[in-house]
């Protein structure tokens, strides 16, 4: 039972374009979640997280969004660089942070010059 | 140190012989993760401490893994008589405290079973 799903495998986009990867969560407990990039033979590096009580969280080129009726969030990435190309992981945690991350299966992301 | 370090990079047993998995979280942090990649799939949590302490044993399977924190002393994860199933990248991962759910990973060990 997958708590956490990317249900797109892959994704491509033109360089300077907007990437939005998306996610879907079925745990209503979840109150924290967050994005991780994976470049090959590397651990995840975080990137940028939400909290259940807000719906927008902007980093630089980064904002995820959340909408809780709908359990889903999306990470926003404008403008796409080359350098984006990994894998995007997205977590959620429960009960702020005293339960482990649960992780989707990522999604490819691709950035074509 | 400033980051999560894990050794080795790469591990290859035969079926049925040990493995032995190191994690050095980065220093202050209290919580140590271990996740098993498996196809690079998803991540499936084994197993976290804080400090010493076993916090969340619920992902580790009952038979033949195994893991310790102890004081001045990487983290270790051990795998007793490993089978091909347990071919993975294991990672670990440390955070500051509780209620800080963003983690810190390390690059991961890949344990090949042949």
């Known amino acids: 039972d997958q708590q956490v799903k990317q249900n797109s495998p892959s994704l491509s986009v033109q360089e300077g374009r907007i990437s939005i990867l998306n996610c879907d969560y079925t745990n209503s407990m979840f109150d924290y979640f967050l994005w991780y990039k994976k470049y090959p033979a590397e651990g995840p590096t975080f990137l940028i997280s939400i909290s259940s009580i807000k719906d927008k969280n902007e980093d630089g080129r980064f904002t995820v969004f959340l909408n809780k009726s709908a359990k889903h969030l999306s990470l926003h990435i404008v403008p796409s660089q080359p350098g984006d190309s990994a894998v995007y992981f997205c977590a959620a945690s429960g009960d702020s942070g005293n339960t482990p991350l649960v992780f989707g299966k990522g999604t490819r992301l691709s950035v074509i010059a | 140190g400033e980051e999560v370090a894990q050794t080795p990079k790469h591990l290859v047993r035969g079926e049925g012989q040990k493995a032995k998995l190191y994690c050095a979280p980065i220093?202050?942090?209290?919580?140590v993760f271990w996740y098993q990649q498996v196809l690079k799939n998803e991540f499936k949590f084994l197993i976290s401490?804080?400090?010493?302490?076993?916090?969340?044993e619920t992902g580790m399977p009952k038979e033949r893994f195994s893991a310790k924190c102890l004081p001045n002393s990487p983290c270790s994860l051990e795998i007793q008589a490993t089978k091909l199933e347990d071919s993975a990248v294991y990672f670990c991962?440390?955070?500051?405290?509780?209620?800080?759910?963003?983690?810190?990973f390390g690059q991961g060990t890949r344990l090949t079973v042949v």
């Open positions: 991962a440390s955070s500051l405290r509780i209620g800080t759910p963003q983690a810190f």
């Open positions: 220093k202050g942090h209290s919580y």
């Open positions: 401490f804080q400090n010493e302490n076993v916090f969340d």
